[in-house]
């Protein structure tokens, strides 16, 4: 026999996954506090006897039968089944600290990692050490294998605790010392199990020692569980030693271990019963989102709106239709964008859980499919397709209908005025009874009348291109520019017409007359061709104009200025027709001529070009600043596209590199689907912080269409662009975390370690070769060849119906874990649940609601009576339910 060193020690830790986490280390330092340690010795030494007696022996002093290690070996064979080495039967030192040393290498061996714990402190009888290591048997033997609704150990035997003893009244266990003082939730255990040992309703919470030693002597008489504790150790202590009540509860746990068979057949159907109330919440919940009062008929509302491509005939009416579709982008679609996501999330997450659970798929009430609502949104965006552009079209249009209104309407009235008593003077006959002198005027200022006549040619032709543009522009007014413009037009040829015979009339008469007075012709001539100048002078100085950039104002601009370098030319020729003028009067004075200073051959007056020429000469400056303020608009607007344009170019990339984030994310592996989705979340934080530049984006787009600007030539992106990659943007992360969640689900569901869940992933990338998170057929039949699947045709054509079942050619990752899953998981099946629903009856054919209420939680109880149907067959007696039928529904037909 080897000797063992006497310096070697053990430590013991226990692994999170292996056992319940220690809640407090052993220090060698540290005392127990006396009353625990009290407890412990108590508890200890005779949890050790109850094993010891089945081999003939028992221990009196905890720390000393155990120096020897005999007695530990002995324990461990009883408690484990399993021969131990043989024990060295020295009576030395050495042969002490070697036996137990062969007892904790046997510890160590089933997977408890010892610490703080040395073969020399046992052999020394240290009582701190030795109750450690005791504690760590228990755990080991004792704690470590209870498992109850997934949870194991201390929580698994807290859990056992709590549903055995959730009926009574005054019962409340929380933990394992104060929640056990009134001896109430010892009583209740024994009663739930053994109700004919103890007569729980005549109990007194205020008796805690009695109802302690009650059950604690109950316990030891009839369950084989020996006594313990002591009742007033448990009663006067402020918390109770946990370790020791731990150990005694679960005595009474692997006493009663007989009857969990009932409680695991009732925690099943509790399972598959929350999996169907779950399963149909989210079906009503689904139901109601897409009924005709939510999605759908908005929809229905708002795609006929978005139709309606009717113009309107104002400006101000057209500007009220773009402001009314910007608030149905911005504040009315953006919450249904959100309600058809979630409505989506909700339905896939209702597949999945409904194919988790082995139910067969939902199918919406006819009309409320995915696909009847995706069809219909889809509906809604071709309408909404180009309603936008329409709206910016028609407001482009009537800007353009408007000015050109107004400049028609600006030339008929100057026409109008100019033509107004023409004809009354070509029909007169005052030549008839004038003078040579006064007929050749006469004739002189008809000629002066044909030039303006040719002069004003022009201006009619224009009034009547502008109304032709505007019948063509569908202006609403176009009845009435018509009217007016055909009576221009109507005037205008009986005007050339009367000029022509009043000619001829003349030009007969100037035979009989000869005398002209050369000044007035002269001046005549003179102030005809000025007086036009100034008149158009005056009418391009007040014309309204339009522009929509910075170099057009600025071409106008520079056309003023060189208008204004022709004035001083002007100013000298007024002053020319000016000397005319004075000299006629200057003749007449110094000759004493009995005639009127006025010219005959000229309807202009000296007084009225010096009229016009101070109207030009104000229209100057008034056109100098309306031209400024406009190149002031055109530099705003400008600023306001480049403002746009810098925020557009920053935000576009931005969705796009959020986009690109979310798609590798999708396909890599990245290690725990918790930390994907953490990430994922992070994204969706991201973007939801974000969204201020949107809005401060979609402000500056406002400001801009407000301002009636079209173009911007330093961005490629515009609103629109931005609203699509945002919508698509929060779509995409939803969507991805949804897969994400629906992956934990299943993983959680099926029981597949986050390694497999890797692994999967894993195939699945090296199998998609073009990375966009799809196979097609042949590389998913690679992909099973490569894990150990003998594919035939047939084989392979019943797996691409589970898979692929719409025949679209690719097979998602989704398809392929639901697929791994299926494949390597057990689910409930109906037969599991008949047979858990037998074993709650008693083997028999039927169940009574008295016994659904004694195993089941009281609502999932209530659930089962109110759908079970009545129990016809063999053996039937008054009440009985039967749970065949009910059990076959449940993975039949969605109907309950």
Not at 711 to 735: C, F, P, Q, S
Not at 772 to 779: F, I, K, Q, R, V
Request: hydrophobic share 35%; charged share 30%; proline share 3%.
């Amino acid at each position: 026999m080897n000797q063992i060193e006497p310096g070697v020690q053990y430590n013991y830790v226990y692994e999170d996954d292996e056992y319940m986490i220690q809640e407090e280390e052993w220090d060698r330092d540290l005392l127990l506090d006396p009353a625990w340690e009290k407890q412990q010795r108590k508890t200890f030494t005779a949890w050790c006897n109850s094993h010891l007696r089945k081999a003939g022996t028992q221990i009196e002093n905890i720390e000393e039968d155990f120096r020897n290690g005999l007695k530990l070996m002995l324990l461990l064979e009883v408690i484990s089944g399993e021969r131990l080495p043989k024990p060295d039967r020295g009576k030395m030192r050495f042969h002490k600290i070697a036996n137990v040393n062969k007892a904790l290498d046997y510890i160590a061996s089933k997977g408890v990692k010892l610490v703080s714990i040395g073969a020399e402190e046992i052999v020394d009888g240290n009582v701190k050490m030795t109750l450690g290591m005791i504690w760590t048997i228990i755990l080991r033997f004792a704690i470590q294998d209870i498992s109850v609704e997934e949870t194991s150990a201390k929580e698994g035997l807290l859990l056992w605790c709590q549903r055995k003893t959730a009926p009574y009244r005054n019962v409340n266990i929380q933990n394992f010392h104060t929640s056990w003082k009134d001896g109430l939730g010892l009583c209740a255990l024994i009663h739930r199990h053994r109700p004919d040992l103890i007569d729980y309703s005549k109990l007194n919470k205020d008796d805690p020692i009695g109802n302690i030693n009650l059950a604690m002597e109950i316990a030891e008489k009839h369950l084989d569980i020996p006594k313990m504790l002591d009742a007033e150790d448990i009663v006067n202590t402020p918390k109770p030693d946990e370790r020791a009540i731990m150990t005694y509860v679960s005595c009474f746990y692997h006493a009663f271990a007989g009857a969990e068979q009932a409680e695991t057949a009732a925690n099943r159907i509790c399972k598959v019963l929350a999996v169907n109330q779950e399963n149909e919440r989210l079906m009503e919940e689904y139901e109601r989102l897409a009924s005709e009062e939510q999605l759908l008929e908005w929809i229905r509302r708002t795609i006929p709106w978005l139709e309606n491509r009717t113009p309107e005939k104002t400006m101000q009416a057209m500007q009220k239709k773009l402001e009314d579709f910007r608030d149905y982008r911005r504040k009315h679609k953006p919450p249904k964008v959100q309600e058809k996501c979630q409505l989506e999330i909700n339905f896939n997450t209702l597949q999945t859980k409904l194919r988790i659970s082995n139910r067969p798929a939902f199918m919406p009430s006819e009309g409320k499919m995915v696909s009847d609502i995706a069809g219909a949104w889809q509906r809604l965006e071709q309408a909404e397709k180009g309603y936008e552009e329409w709206l910016l079209n028609e407001i482009r249009r009537l800007e353009r209908v408007e000015h050109l209104a107004e400049k028609f309407r600006q030339k008929a009235s100057t026409h109008e005025t100019w033509a107004y008593g023409k004809e009354q003077i070509l029909l007169q006959k005052d030549y008839e009874s004038a003078s040579l002198t006064e007929v050749r005027a006469l004739l002189r200022k008809h000629e002066a009348f044909e030039s303006d006549l040719a002069a004003h040619q022009d201006r009619v032709e224009q009034i009547a291109a502008i109304a032709q543009e505007l019948n063509e522009l569908d202006y609403h007014d176009a009845v009435n520019i018509n009217d007016r413009c055909q009576k221009i037009c109507d005037q205008w040829d009986r005007l050339g017409t009367l000029t022509q015979k009043r000619r001829e009339a003349l030009e007969r008469t100037e035979k009989l007359l000869e005398t002209i007075d050369q000044l007035h012709l002269e001046f005549a001539k003179r102030a005809a061709p000025f007086n036009n100048w100034m008149e158009g002078a005056m009418e391009d100085l007040q014309d309204v104009f339009i522009v929509h950039s910075i170099e057009e104002i600025q071409s106008l601009i520079t056309a003023h200025e060189q208008f204004k370098a022709t004035l001083p030319e002007a100013d000298g020729e007024r002053q020319s027709i000016s000397a005319i003028q004075n000299e006629v009067e200057k003749v007449i004075q110094s000759y004493s001529i009995r005639i009127s200073s006025s010219n005959p051959y000229s309807t202009v007056t000296m007084d009225e070009l010096r009229a016009k020429w101070d109207k030009v000469k104000q229209l100057v400056p008034i056109r100098d600043q309306s031209l400024q303020e406009e190149l002031a608009r055109q530099h705003a607007n400008e600023r306001l596209r480049r403002q746009f344009a810098a925020q557009a170019n920053a935000i576009g990339p931005w969705i796009q590199n959020k986009m690109e984030e979310i798609a590798r994310s999708s396909i890599q592996i990245t290690g725990a689907l918790e930390d994907q989705m953490n990430q994922l979340k992070q994204y969706e934080h991201n973007i939801i912080n974000y969204k201020n530049n949107i809005d401060k984006l979609e402000g500056d787009h406002q400001l801009i269409q407000e301002a009636l600007v079209f173009d911007n030539k330093h961005t490629n992106y515009t609103m629109e662009h931005i609203r699509v990659g945002w919508e698509l943007l929060l779509t995409t992360i939803a969507r991805t975390i949804n897969e994400v969640e629906t992956q934990i689900l299943t993983r959680d569901a099926k029981g597949i370690t986050q390694e497999q869940m890797n692994e999967f992933r894993a195939s699945f990338n090296h199998f998609d070769r073009r990375k966009n998170g799809l196979m097609d057929h042949e590389d998913f039949r690679a992909c099973l060849i490569s894990m150990g699947y003998d594919l035939g045709e047939a084989e392979f054509a019943r797996i691409m119906t589970l898979v692929d079942p719409n025949a679209q050619g690719t097979v998602t990752f989704q398809s392929f874990i639901d697929f791994m899953t299926r494949e390597t998981a057990d689910t409930d099946t109906a037969e599991q649940v008949i047979a858990s629903f037998r074993i709650l009856a008693s083997d028999k054919p039927y169940i009574l609601a008295e016994e659904l209420r004694r195993e089941l939680p009281p609502d999932q109880a209530q659930y089962c009576i109110k759908r079970m149907p009545a129990y016809s067959g063999p053996g039937s007696v008054p009440g009985a339910l039967d749970y065949t039928a009910f059990s076959s529904a449940l993975y039949g037909e969605s109907d309950l």
